[in-house]
């Protein structure tokens, strides 16, 4: 039903959508990622894209990925979108022999539920980058 890829975000109509979903996802909640960093999926029904997914190389923990964002439109919440991305881009993360991949929850108890579901465990970073009620995520790659 769903199929994933990774996408070249330099790609001017890739952007574009990865833009949009964003708008869409997140509304005003999170500012808009620097897309032409890291690598992005997509997830497409059909030949609508309905979900996506970044990673960036971490400033926050030693030879791993940041999860930077992972977005699925409502409509297809439920349909275990965001796990798929999250297995996409921990697969890349190992290809390229990262240890770990970290993100971040705030205020967000689906998406916590789902780093839970895939196997993150909360844990405190040494100097903490987002808000006091920010909850931390890290998955091992080993």
Known sequence: MYRIRMVDASDDD???????????????????????LGAWWLAYQGDDAVAFAGVVPSTYA???GYLS???????????????RL????EARGRRIGWDSIVSDTTDN?????????????????EVPWAWSHT??????LR
């Open 69 to 83: 964002r992972v977005g699925v439109l409502q409509r297809h919440w439920g349909s275990g979108l965001q796990l």
């Open 14 to 36: 890739v952007a574009d959508t990865l833009d949009d979903l964003h708008r869409l996802t997140f509304f005003d909640a999170a500012a808009m990622p620097q897309f032409e």
């Open 86 to 89: 999250m297995r996409a881009v």
């Open 135 to 140: 909850l931390y995520w890290r998955r091992s």
């Open 62 to 64: 030693r030879n791993s």
């Open 109 to 125: 108890s689906f998406s916590a539920n789902n780093f839970i579901k895939a196997g993150y465990r909360l844990f405190e970073p």
